[in-house]
């Protein structure tokens, strides 16, 4: 199909190291710095008890990264579309299903795509202008 490869894992990394480094460097401020505590003979930068919580963060990080990075590629939320002035397009979530081909591409062809479409079965073509 011609596909690129997506950044979304990247966003992903990126996100789940900053919520860790993030959560991480917190810790380490407040039991060395802000709210220095001697804890069960601990020194104050005791690096071992950090992890369960930098852990935790990572998978929280990459989790949101994952969420708005799937919505920000795929331009989510998009509040106006040429698409919802189409009477078939109500009907899409009733008992039908509904296929949208955008002409962006160099190699679109109007009349083949509506002769693909037609001999595959489809109920109705409907070509929408912006």
Known sequence: MGLRRSPLPWIVLVSALTFAAG?????????????????????????????????????????L????????????????????????????????FFISVQAKDPRFDAEGTRTLLERAGAAGVERITT
């Open 23 to 63: 959560g991480f460097a917190l810790q380490a401020w407040v039991h060395s710095s802000a709210y220095p505590l001697i804890i069960s003979g601990k020194p104050y930068f005791a690096w071992p008890t950090y992890v369960p919580v930098t852990f935790e963060l990572g998978v929280l990080g990459g989790a």
């Open 65 to 96: 990264g994952a969420v708005v990075g799937m919505l920000a590629l795929n331009r989510l939320s998009m509040h106006h579309h040429p698409l919802f002035f189409s009477e078939r397009f109500e009907q899409a979530s009733d008992d039908r």
